[in-house]
C-alpha cells in the first residue's frame, strides 16, 4: 500500500509542475530563451513501477491518465538599438538615415502598429524627416528611385494618413524601420539629433532595463506596439522603444575676409584689395568644379571677386604661388558657378573688360588653415561720381564633407545665435547661386571711400560753361526792361523795371553736391532775387542774401532770376548782376555769370543840315532852302559772344511825323519825293506831299546801327 501511494504522489507532482511552467509563460517571467509558441500542448502522463512486497517476483507497472496544457498567447515587441549611435553628421547633410530593427517576440504571429501621420517617430534637434518607411524587402534601404517617394517595396510610416499595421510578422522575426534626416543647415556644432521610435517606457521587470516587451501596451501618443488579430494576448498587447543619436559635428566652414584702404581716393588712383580664406569648421573645404570644360583649373576651391562699380580691372598685384586665375569679361554679374559666367582661363588683351575674377587656391583649404595676400588692383574710373564710396564684396566656394557647396561672403556680419556668444554667421548654401554680390541687398560690403572735388559752372540757360569775352566768369545774359525808358539819350528812367533771367547751374564736380547762390555784385539800389521752382518762391540774393541749390554728380538744373531796375537810372545803359554759384564740397570753386539789364537797348539819333539844293553845300536856312534830316539808330547792347544770349532789336519802325508832338515840318516844308533812304529798311510814305514817313528794320544786332535819311524843302 506504501508502494501505491507514493506511485500516485509522483504523478501529481508531474501535472502540477506542467501547470507551473505554463503559467510563468503567460506572466512573462519566463527565461531569457524564446518563448514556447503559444498553442502548444503540454501532455503530461504519470507511470509507476512496484512489487508485491512479498520479496519475490514479477515487478509491476502502472499508468496515469493524461492531463494536457495548451500554452496561451503571451504578447511581446523589442525594438533594437536602445541609446544607439551612428557616424557623426555635418549642418545642411540630408538623407541620413536611422535603421531600427523591430523584433516580434511574442509566442505567435502578430502585425506591428505604427501611428498614423508619423506620430510613432520623434526626432531630437535641428532636423527634419525626409522618409520614413518599414523595410518590407528587407534590402536595407529606402526604395524611392530618388523621387522622393515611397516604392512599393517599402511602406510608407511618414505619410501615413491612418495607423499602419504591418504584417503578419512571424514570432521571433525581424523587419528594420529607416527614419531619414535631413540636418538642418543652422543645426550647431556638438548638438544631439536624435530619432526614437515608440515611447514605451523601461520594462519594470526584474533584471530588465530595456524599453521592450512592455506589457499591456497603453495607447499612448507616439507608440509602437503589437496589434494581435484574433483570441487575444494573456497580459495584453506589448509596446517598445528604441532610440539613435547622432552629434553634429562643425563641418567645412568658410570665412573670406578683405582689406582695403578706408579713402579717400581720388579718381585715376588704384586701390588694391587683399583677401584671404579660412576654413574655421572642423572639416576640410574640398573642391567644386566649374562648367566650360576648364580642366584643372575649373576645379579646386574659389575666391570669386567682382570688378566694383566706378572702377577698371588693372592687375593681379601680388599672388602667392598655386594660385591659378579665372577671368569673366561678362557684364551683369551672373551666377558665378554656371556657364552664364563664362570663365577663361586666358586674361583679356584689354584689362578694362575684366568683370570678376576667380581665384583657384587649390583642391582643398584644410581645418584650421588660411590662404592669404590674393590681391586685385583696379583703377578708379576718372569720371567717376565720388558721392558714393567705391564697394567690394567676394565670394569663397567650396564643398563641404557631405559634398555640398558652401559658400561665404567677405565682411559677413558678427550675430548672436541666442546662446550669449557672438558667432560669425554659418556658410551659406545657396542651391541656385548667390545672389548679385554687388545688390543694394547685401550688406556687407567694404567700402572705399573716394576723394570728392567740387565743381561748377554757372552760365546763360542751357549753357551753364558758356565764356564770355575772357573766361567762363564774364558770360552774360542781357535783357532790357521795357517800362519808364521812353526818355531820350542821356535822359533817367522815370519807371521802376522788371527783368527775369534763366540761368543753368551744372554740377561739375566728381559727387552730389549742394551749392551756394549769391550776387556778389549788383548796382545801387537794383534788388536780385533767385528763385529754384521756377518762380513760385523767391529769394533775395542782394545786399549778402544767399540760397542752396543741391544737384547730383553731372545733373543740371535751372534758376530764375528776377532783377528789379530802380527809376532814375540812365536809359540806354547795361547794369551789370553777377550771379556766383559755390560749391558746398569745395568752397573755393566758383563761377560767375552776368544778368545783364538794360534800361533800353535801340538809341536813336537825329541830325539835320541846310543845303541851297538837294546836293549842294550848306547854305543859311531860307525859303527855297533844303532840310536833310538823318536818324541813326543803334543797337547798344554788347558785342555778341558765341553762347551769350544778346539782345536783338526786331520789327524796328521809326517813324517821321511832320505833324506829331512838336514836329512841324509838315507846316513848313514839302517833302522831297524819293530823298528817304535807309539801305537796311524799307521805306513807306515816300509821295509827292508826305507828311509821314516810316523806316521798317527787321533786326537790328548788337553793335550794329543804321541810319534813315529824307530831305524837305522850305517852303
Known amino acids: 500500500m506504501r508502494t501505491l501511494l507514493q506511485t500516485r504522489l509522483t504523478a501529481t507532482a508531474l501535472f502540477s509542475l506542467a501547470v507551473l511552467v505554463a503559467l510563468l509563460c503567460a506572466t512573462g517571467t519566463q527565461p ?35 492531463v494536457t496544457v495548451t500554452v496561451a498567447r503571451v504578447a511581446g515587441l523589442s525594438i533594437t538599438p536602445d541609446n544607439g549611435t551612428i557616424s557623426n553628421v555635418v549642418p545642411g547633410q540630408s538623407n541620413v538615415d536611422f535603421t531600427f530593427t523591430v523584433t516580434n517576440s511574442s509566442n505567435y504571429a502578430t502585425n506591428v502598429l505604427f501611428l498614423a501621420n508619423r506620430a510613432s517617430i520623434a526626432v531630437g534637434g535641428s532636423a527634419t524627416v525626409a522618409m520614413a518607411v518599414i523595410d518590407a524587402n528587407g534590402d536595407g534601404q529606402i526604395d524611392n528611385n530618388n523621387d522622393g517617394n515611397v516604392d512599393a517595396g517599402d511602406v510608407d510610416i511618414k505619410n501615413n494618413a491612418a495607423n499602419v ?12 524601420v529607416i527614419v531619414r534626416l535631413n540636418i538642418n543647415a543652422a543645426a550647431a556644432a556638438g548638438s ?26 497603453n495607447n499612448s501618443a507616439n507608440e509602437v506596439r503589437t496589434d494581435t488579430t484574433g483570441a487575444a494576448p494573456v497580459g495584453g498587447e506589448a509596446e517598445a522603444r528604441g532610440d539613435v543619436h547622432s552629434t ?46 576648364l580642366g584643372a583649373a575649373g576645379t579646386g576651391v574659389f575666391v570669386m571677386v567682382p570688378i566694383p562699380a566706378k572702377t577698371v580691372f588693372k592687375n593681379l598685384g601680388t599672388l602667392p604661388g598655386g594660385v591659378t586665375v579665372l577671368y569673366s569679361t561678362v557684364a551683369g554679374l551672373p551666377d558665378p558657378l554656371t556657364a552664364a559666367a563664362a570663365w577663361s582661363t586666358t586674361a583679356p588683351a584689354d584689362p578694362t573688360t575684366v568683370k570678376r575674377i576667380a581665384y583657384n587656391i587649390g583642391n582643398s583649404l584644410a581645418v584650421g588653415a588660411t590662404f592669404s595676400n590674393l590681391q586685385t588692383v583696379v583703377t578708379v574710373s576718372a569720371t567717376a561720381d565720388t558721392t558714393n564710396p567705391v564697394f567690394e564684396i567676394g565670394d569663397a566656394f567650396a564643398k563641404n564633407g557631405v559634398n555640398a557647396t558652401i559658400t561665404d561672403q567677405s565682411g559677413d556680419a558678427v550675430v548672436n545665435k541666442g546662446d550669449g556668444n557672438a558667432n560669425y554667421d554659418e556658410p551659406k548654401i545657396y542651391p541656385s547661386g548667390p545672389p548679385d554680390p554687388l545688390s543694394a541687398t547685401q550688406g556687407y560690403q567694404l567700402p572705399t571711400t573716394l576723394l570728392q572735388v567740387g565743381s561748377v559752372f554757372i552760365g546763360p540757360s542751357g ?5 564770355g569775352p575772357t573766361n567762363n566768369n564774364d558770360d552774360f545774359t542781357n535783357l532790357s526792361t521795357s517800362t519808364g525808358i521812353n526818355v531820350p539819350p542821356g535822359g533817367n528812367t522815370n519807371a521802376v523795371g522788371t527783368v527775369t533771367f534763366t540761368n543753368t547751374v551744372q554740377n561739375a564736380g566728381n ?38 541749390l543741391a544737384l547730383g554728380f553731372g545733373s543740371t538744373a535751372d534758376i530764375k532770376v528776377r532783377v528789379t531796375v530802380p527809376s532814375g537810372n540812365t536809359v540806354l545803359t547795361g547794369f551789370d548782376n553777377v550771379i556766383r554759384a559755390a560749391s558746398g564740397i569745395t568752397p573755393a570753386a566758383t563761377n560767375d555769370t552776368i544778368d545783364r539789364a538794360y534800361t533800353g537797348f535801340l538809341s536813336l539819333g537825329k541830325s539835320s543840315r541846310v543845303l541851297d539844293a538837294p546836293n549842294g553845300s550848306v547854305a543859311q536856312p531860307v525859303p527855297g532852302n533844303y532840310i536833310e534830316y538823318t536818324i541813326t539808330y543803334q543797337n547798344i547792347a554788347s558785342a555778341n559772344v558765341a553762347g551769350n544770349p544778346n539782345l536783338t532789336a526786331t520789327n524796328v519802325v521809326v517813324t517821321e511825323n511832320g505833324s506829331a508832338g512838336t514836329n512841324n515840318w509838315a507846316s513848313f516844308t514839302d517833302y522831297v519825293l524819293n530823298s528817304a533812304v535807309d539801305p537796311g529798311g524799307v521805306i513807306a510814305g515816300n509821295s509827292a506831299g508826305s507828311t509821314t514817313l516810316t523806316d521798317t528794320i527787321a533786326s537790328v544786332a548788337p553793335q550794329a546801327s543804321g541810319t534813315f535819311k529824307f530831305t524837305v524843302k522850305i517852303r
Open 165 to 176: 499595421s504591418y504584417g503578419p510578422v512571424a514570432r521571433n522575426g525581424s523587419f528594420l
Open 32 to 66: 531569457a530563451s524564446a518563448q514556447t509558441a503559444a498553442d502548444t500542448i503540454i501532455s503530461n502522463t504519470a507511470t509507476a513501477t512496484y512489487t508485491d512486497g512479498s520479496g519475490g517476483s514479477p515487478t509491476y507497472t502502472a499508468t496515469s491518465p493524461t
Open 511 to 548: 559727387a552730389n553736391d549742394t551749392f551756394t547762390l549769391s550776387a556778389p555784385t549788383v548796382p545801387a539800389g537794383f534788388i536780385v532775387e533767385i528763385s529754384k521752382d521756377g518762380g513760385a518762391t523767391w529769394t533775395t540774393v542782394s545786399g549778402g542774401g544767399s540760397t542752396t
Open 192 to 217: 544631439n539629433i536624435s530619432v526614437t521610435l515608440g515611447d514605451a517606457p523601461v520594462n519594470g521587470q526584474p533584471g530588465d532595463t530595456t524599453h521592450d516587451n512592455v506589457k499591456p501596451a
Open 463 to 467: 549753357a551753364p560753361q558758356a565764356v
Open 248 to 293: 553634429v559635428d562643425s563641418d567645412a566652414q568658410l570665412r573670406l575676409n578683405l582689406s582695403a584702404p578706408a579713402g579717400p581716393v581720388a579718381r585715376g588712383s588704384d586701390i588694391t584689395y587683399t583677401w584671404s580664406l579660412d576654413n574655421t569648421g572642423a572639416r576640410a573645404a574640398t573642391a567644386i568644379t566649374l562648367p566650360g570644360g
